[in-house]
């Protein structure tokens, strides 16, 4: 399959220096379940070597020739605790029962990678941090398996190739992920055609996330599961005016998901308000259990590549039910208001007396 995109920015890659180095994070020799949805969850310790903080200057992924197709996406997470802390090296489903409960703060994303996307380079001025004396060596890699032919006997060893460097550029670059909750609260009312959702990133929530220089977004990418059809975010100042779009795709696939280096690099003040309104088109299906066995409806994000020293890793919103959603008592959420999940990360000239962002919780 051939995809044009003619508003693409064709300046966005450069050749790396000579002094970047590989760095491989692989599964090895996974066995494929013959089921339709498969996440794969893989913990490393980084090397020695990133005791001293490196910059990644491009990364992409490496997937195995016999796995073309089966790997939906993949996404690399940082472990988010004190740097002493021990992860174990989990090897296996991300939802197993055996998953230890010490990898879950593996949540914080380095990089994400879907079907159809190249190599993502960051701008001459940026890149995002790995490694340093006060960053826990651990990673980990998310594989999404997507085998709606159930497959069985194919072994797995993909992953996500980095090219870094401890000769640092000018400034670290950050990921923040907009859009709305992994969640059943997600799910499309049976009988829909097309379906619309829309995630807030709110003001208040901006306000106390963005330090007040605000952020430079230089990339990012459109993403939803197999029913989504068309996705764009819109830009709202403080005081309600909507600014130029930072990202569109009228015509999306999930099999060509490419990560974006903006043309125009956009400013986010504090108290800027991003939404992200991706569209689903959906075949009719009779009841809402039909709905749930079809996680492809429910996962809708950007990813948006910052230049900044203050960071939100989240900014998600969980979509309140239609009134004309059948009742169902294990997915009865009749009045829930908009959850908004922000973490920060200021540098130590901008000391702040902030506690929390607010959160509207049901």
């Keep these: ?41 893989k913990v490393f310790k980084l090397p020695e070597s990133f005791r001293r903080k490196h910059h990644i200057y491009q990364y992409e992924a490496n997937i195995e020739s016999t796995s073309q197709g089966l790997v939906h996406h993949m996404e690399i997470f940082h472990c988010e605790t004190s740097a002493m802390e021990k ?7 991300c ?13 914080r994303v380095l990089a ?30 998310e594989i999404h398996y997507n085998n709606p032919e159930l497959k069985s006997g194919v072994i797995d060893s993909s992953g996500v190739r980095f090219y870094v460097s401890d000769m640092l550029k000018e400034m670290d670059a950050g990921v923040i992920e907009l859009g709305l909750e992994y969640t059943d609260k997600m799910a499309i009312p049976p009988g829909q055609e097309s379906f619309s959702l829309t995630g807030y990133c709110i003001s208040s929530c901006t306000s106390v996330g963005l330090h007040n220089e605000g952020i430079t977004v230089f990339g990012s990418q459109l993403h939803t599961h197999l029913t989504g059809v068309r996705v764009h975010t819109r830009h709202f100042d403080a005081y309600g ?18 990560i974006r280096r903006l043309k125009r690099p956009v400013k986010v003040l504090p108290r800027d308000f991003p939404e992200i309104e991706p569209t689903i088109t959906v075949k009719l299906r009779l009841t809402v259990a039909e709905e749930r066995k079809l996680p492809s409806c429910l996962v809708i994000k950007e990813l948006a590549f910052e230049n900044s020293s203050a960071e939100m890793a ?43 962002c607010l959160v509207i919780e049901e």
């Excluded at 990678?113 to 890699?141: D, I, R, S």
């Design 314 to 356: 989240s900014c998600q919103k969980c979509q309140k039910f239609p009134n004309s959603f059948p009742r169902n008592p294990s997915m009865d959420f009749p009045e829930i208001e908009p959850t908004i999940t922000v973490k920060l990360r200021l540098n130590v000239a901008e000391e702040r007396k902030l506690t929390s």
């Design 87 to 93: 992860i174990p090296l989990y090897n296996g489903n």
């Design 241 to 258: 005016k909507e600014l130029p779009e930072l990202d569109r795709d009228n015509h999306y696939s999930t099999h060509f998901q490419e």
């Design 112 to 141: 994400a990678w879907a079907m159809g996307a190249q190599p993502f380079t960051y701008p001459e001025e940026a890149a995002l941090p790995l490694g340093g004396n006060k960053f826990n060596p651990y990673v980990m890699l």
């Design 1 to 41: 399959m051939i995809r044009v995109n003619l508003l693409k920015n064709l300046k966005a890659h450069s050749q790396l220096p000579s002094h970047v180095q590989v760095l491989d994070l692989l599964t090895d020799k996974v066995q494929v379940p013959n089921e339709e949805t498969t996440y794969w969850c």
């Design 95 to 107: 939802f197993g029962e055996d998953r230890p409960e010490k990898t879950q703060v593996c949540k």
